[in-house]
């Protein structure tokens, strides 16, 4: 079964940095496309970041390129996600997803892509 659990998370100011984690058990997330959401309140699920499996394919909402950077590390089966410039609406809970397929929804980071999600990590950016 897999298991996915985000970490990092937390309260900061605008123009602060974060660094979310997403750390896998019963999978090997080298083996996986693997996403990063977030949803803020009364809003729909939406794809951050996505990184695929086995090609050189990384996505980048328009709203973070350049201030966001997802990263593997393969030696800690643990997928990264590194925000900085923080703005208010950044705001939101963020989830790390997984699947063993790269497929054309995965590479388009569309939650409906990923069959494996984390419980979610609380982002604030906030002064």
């Known amino acids: 079964q897999v298991h996915l659990v985000e970490s990092g998370g937390g309260l900061v100011q605008p123009g602060g940095s974060l660094r979310l984690s997403c750390v896998a058990s019963g999978t090997t997330l080298d083996n996986n496309a693997v996403g990063w959401f977030r949803q803020a309140p009364g809003k729909e699920r939406e794809g951050v970041s996505c990184?695929?499996?086995?090609?050189?394919?990384?996505y980048y909402a328009d709203s973070v390129k350049g201030r966001f950077t997802i990263s593997r590390d393969s030696a800690n089966n643990t997928v990264y996600l590194q925000m900085n410039s923080l703005k208010p609406d950044d705001t939101a809970v963020y989830y790390c997803?997984?699947?063993?397929?790269?497929?054309?929804?995965?590479?388009?980071?569309?939650?409906?892509?990923?069959?494996?999600w984390g419980q979610g990590a609380q982002v604030t950016v906030s002064s």
């Open positions: 997803a997984a699947d063993p397929l790269d497929t054309i929804a995965t590479m388009r980071c569309l939650a409906s892509g990923f069959v494996d």
């Open positions: 990184v695929a499996r086995s090609i050189d394919n990384t």
